[in-house]
């Protein structure tokens, strides 16, 4: 109760094998590894720090939850290009556990050269592949070698 009225929203963050009973009301996260929480946070945060015309509705974000008792995996790809980056995120993919949810929210990563083209081809790529809507927010920069792409999905133990 303490901690629902210091903020709107309380992230709880557990690892897989942990045996926390999750309470309701809470936007609670199970990751399978430090590494994988550390960059989904760090690279969503960058995104809403440098924003781009096509952002993440912020609003929106917070009143979002996903559903309880999910695990939330980060699956990732990397490439020189944005279909290079699609191609690796789709091989990444574990298609004997699919996801629960109804959304997922997706980061694109890129260089400045980045166009509006390239964010519509990723999202719809990844919508007919994979069957699912991303919440996608991206991040620029000239200092960015390649293009990321990054999906936090959740799935049932």
Same mark, same amino acid.
């Given at each position: ?46 995104? /809403?720090?440098?924003?781009?015309? @096509?952002? *993440? ?8 939850? !996903?559903?309880? =008792? ?53 999202? /719809?790529?990844?919508?007919?592949? @994979?069957? *699912? ?8 920069? !000239?200092?960015? =070698? ?12």
């Amino acid at each position: 109760e303490l901690l629902q009225s210091l903020g709107s929203n309380v992230h709880i963050h557990l690892y897989e094998n942990c045996e926390t009973k999750l309470q309701p009301g809470f936007r609670t996260y199970h990751w399978r590894s430090e590494k994988d929480l550390t960059e989904f946070w760090a690279s969503l945060y960058l995104s /809403r720090e440098i924003g781009w015309p @096509l952002d *993440l509705d912020w609003e929106g974000y917070c009143m979002w939850q !996903p559903r309880i =008792s999910c695990i939330a995996t980060v699956i990732s790809g990397w490439g020189s290009t944005p279909r290079d980056a699609l191609d690796a995120l789709l091989a990444s993919v574990d298609a004997t556990n699919p996801t629960d949810s109804e959304v997922e929210i997706l980061i694109i990563e890129g260089r400045m050269d980045t166009c509006l083209g390239d964010y519509v081809d990723i999202v /719809r790529a990844l919508e007919r592949n @994979l069957e *699912l809507e991303c919440i996608t927010t991206i991040w620029v920069s !000239p200092n960015y =070698s390649g293009f990321g792409l990054k999906l936090l999905t959740f799935r049932h133990p």
